[in-house]
């Protein structure tokens, strides 16, 4: 998702790393899914602030990127 809240693309998790170096201006990673220690460190390499999933498959070290779960959006 981008700044303006635009979808920019829709990709398989397993393939986020690749998708994101495509697009220079991501904001946000939303997904359909839990959120592994792995997701966290792309988006904070790539300077996405917001992460959107499902829930969390181990404890992650979130520093620099605000996780969100579907929980705390309702």
Partial sequence: VGKDMQII????????????????NVYAIVFDGKATQD???IAKQRGIRYLVCMGFREPVESEGVRVLTMKELR
Avoid: F, G, T
Wanted: aromatic share 6%; no cysteine; hydrophobic share 40%.
């Fill in 39 to 41: 997701v966290v460190d």
């Fill in 9 to 24: 693309s829709k990709a398989p998790l397993s393939e986020i790393a690749e998708i994101i170096s495509d697009y220079p």
